[in-house]
């Protein structure tokens, strides 16, 4: 049996890796798990640093709240320490704020790579960018105390860290608008019934809920998993006849290397 490994613990994330079953833990509960660039950047580093085998990761936050989203701090003139603050962004070039904005997304983008099914474990607040990083994962497994808001236009500001093309795939666009324009609060109950959340457990329950459906995606073939998900995710942007090419090509490549064939 592989000994659990820490990979990564540094700026309130921690990447540790138990055979195929990676954990990405956000580990600073006294600030419900507030989110920094610093965080942003250990969070990509933490999808750079997967092992080959890793097939499913889970994505927790410590304490009370998965993510209660932006540290408050970026709004001040000040920001960061060692960060250009919001100010100082906006007076930069467009050049500089597209390409610092881009670093940021990087922390969210690596979640749906089509070798992994990641899994979001969310309990109290996930707001702002912490609602964006619940929809940066594949599947969403909520406690039932589960509270989402975008809370960015609210603040003049657009959800930017790659949460409306899921959220708009998830809910619609009619519902995605009514949710971030107006920043309120979707609780558990809603979010299950409008696809948010694949299901809701009381929060005693979340740990083994998502062990559960970890060891149901494990059960499964792995490469057949990959071809499941990358039709999936394709699917959106093909036609009806396309995907049925994109499915006939597949399934090919399956057969084929069960029969002892593929390359």
Same mark, same amino acid.
């Given at each position: %049996?592989?000994?659990?490994?820490t990979?990564l613990d &540094?700026?309130?994330? &921690?990447?540790?890796?138990?055979?195929?079953?990676?954990?990405?833990?956000?580990?600073?509960?006294?600030?419900?798990?507030? &989110?920094?660039?610093?965080?942003?950047?250990a969070?990509?580093?933490?999808?750079?640093?997967?092992?080959?085998?890793?097939r499913v990761?889970?994505?927790? @936050?410590?304490?009370?709240?998965?993510?209660?989203?932006?540290?408050? &701090?970026?709004?001040?003139?000040e920001?960061?320490?060692?960060e250009?603050?919001?100010?100082?962004?906006?007076?930069?070039? +467009?050049?500089?704020?597209?390409?610092?904005?881009a670093?940021?997304?990087?922390a969210?983008?690596w979640?749906?790579?089509?070798d992994? /099914?990641?899994?979001?474990?969310?309990?109290?607040?996930?707001?702002?960018?912490?609602f964006?990083? $619940?929809?940066?994962?594949?599947?969403?497994?909520?406690?039932?105390?589960?509270q989402?808001?975008?809370?960015?236009?609210s603040?003049?500001? /657009?959800?930017?860290?790659?949460? =409306?093309?899921?959220?708009v795939?998830?809910? @619609?666009?009619?519902?995605?608008?009514?949710?971030?324009a107006?920043?309120?609060f979707?609780? $558990?109950?809603?979010?299950?019934? %409008?696809?948010?959340?694949?299901v /809701?457990?009381?929060?005693?329950?979340l740990?083994?809920?998502?062990?559960?459906? =970890?060891?149901?995606?494990?059960?499964?073939?792995?490469?057949?998993?990959?071809?499941?998900?990358?039709?999936?995710?394709?699917?959106?942007?093909? =036609?009806?006849?396309?995907?049925?090419?994109?499915?006939?090509?597949?399934q090919?490549?399956?057969?084929? +290397?069960? $029969?002892?064939?593929?390359?």
């Amino acid at each position: %049996m592989t000994a659990r490994k820490t990979l990564l613990d &540094q700026d309130g994330v &921690q990447l540790t890796v138990d055979d195929a079953v990676a954990t990405v833990t956000l580990t600073n509960p006294a600030k419900r798990n507030a &989110q920094s660039p610093a965080l942003w950047r250990a969070l990509a580093e933490a999808g750079r640093l997967l092992p080959g085998a890793v097939r499913v990761v889970v994505l927790r @936050g410590e304490g009370k709240s998965f993510s209660a989203g932006l540290d408050r &701090q970026a709004f001040t003139p000040e920001g960061f320490d060692g960060e250009p603050s919001f100010i100082d962004l906006a007076r930069g070039s +467009d050049e500089a704020l597209d390409a610092e904005i881009a670093t940021y997304q990087q922390a969210f983008t690596w979640w749906r790579r089509t070798d992994i /099914v990641s899994i979001a474990a969310v309990q109290g607040h996930a707001i702002g960018a912490g609602f964006q990083l $619940a929809l940066a994962c594949d599947l969403r497994v909520c406690a039932d105390d589960a509270q989402f808001a975008m809370r960015e236009t609210s603040l003049g500001l /657009v959800p930017d860290l790659a949460g =409306t093309h899921p959220l708009v795939s998830l809910v @619609g666009y009619a519902r995605a608008l009514e949710i971030c324009a107006t920043g309120r609060f979707v609780h $558990a109950a809603e979010a299950e019934r %409008m696809g948010l959340a694949n299901v /809701v457990v009381p929060l005693a329950e979340l740990a083994a809920a998502t062990d559960d459906l =970890t060891a149901a995606l494990l059960a499964a073939p792995r490469d057949a998993v990959i071809e499941t998900k990358a039709l999936l995710r394709g699917a959106a942007d093909r =036609t009806y006849d396309d995907q049925r090419v994109a499915e006939r090509a597949a399934q090919a490549r399956r057969l084929r +290397d069960l $029969a002892g064939l593929g390359d």
